[in-house]
């Protein structure tokens, strides 16, 4: 089993839609859990951030936490081209050590 | 806005060779990492520092690699003997574990073993 694994892509939506990203993790010591974006060619890029269990919201992105079902995800709200990009998902169990999904790659077609 | 940087952008080096990869993390910052990313691969956890020793290391993290932080502001990854398979991109990130634990990215530098 991955230590993180998120669903499979590419994913696909229309302008304006919903983009749902989902993540999977193993340890259930892991403490934080981070969403990046990456541009092909270009370093990853922090979204989203959290810590605790239920939802936090930052403009058009909301990262959901269960740690129970070791599960994050991160809704992308009236999804624009721009959006289109690889998503990570990022686990740490401490502060010195983080593990990274294979990622999603999101298409947002105008 | 404070940005972590990386030199140099593309290095070019023969297999066997020794490399030295620079980053220069954000001045409060106190842990660092590198990372690795093959072409098409995911992000890879190679190393953290944190109090002028290494904190945690991956399986790729060998014996062929070495991590130091000379000075105040600089951080290097060296790669004493280059394989073919370390061509990749090399992420420098940092830290400011008393705010939180959002890592800040350099823009990486591309590595290729020829």
């Known amino acids: 089993q991955k230590e993180v694994e998120q669903n499979s892509g590419p994913l696909s939506v229309p302008e304006g839609a919903i983009a749902s990203l989902n993540c999977t993790y193993s340890?259930?010591?892991?403490?934080?859990f981070f969403w990046y974006r990456q541009y092909s060619g270009k370093s990853p890029e922090l979204i989203m951030f959290?810590?605790?269990?239920g939802d936090k919201e930052d403009g058009r992105f909301t990262a959901q936490l269960n740690k129970a079902s070791q599960y994050v995800s991160l809704l992308i709200r009236d999804s624009q081209p721009s959006d289109s990009a690889t998503y990570l998902c990022?686990?740490?169990?401490?502060?010195?050590?983080?593990?990274f999904g294979d990622g999603t790659t999101l298409t947002v077609k105008p | 806005e404070p940005e972590v940087t990386q030199t140099p952008s593309h290095q070019v080096t023969q297999m066997g060779q020794e490399v030295i990869l620079r980053c220069v993390p954000i001045?409060?910052?106190?842990?660092f990492y590198w990372y690795r990313q093959i072409l098409g691969q995911k992000v890879e956890f190679l190393v953290s520092?944190?109090?002028?020793?290494?904190?945690?290391k991956s399986e790729i993290f060998d014996d062929q690699f070495s991590v130091e932080r000379p000075d105040g502001s600089n951080f290097t990854l060296k790669i004493r003997s280059t394989k073919l398979e370390d061509s990749a991109m090399y992420f420098c990130?940092?830290?400011?574990?008393?705010?939180?634990?959002?890592?800040?990215f350099g823009p990486g530098t591309r590595l290729t073993v020829t």
């Open positions: 990022a686990v740490y169990t401490n502060a010195g050590k983080s593990t």
């Open positions: 340890d259930r010591g892991s403490q934080s």
């Open positions: 959290i810590y605790s269990n």
């Open positions: 001045s409060n910052h106190l842990y």
């Open positions: 520092f944190y109090n002028n020793e290494i904190s945690e």
């Open positions: 990130a940092s830290i400011n574990i008393r705010e939180s634990y959002e890592q800040y």
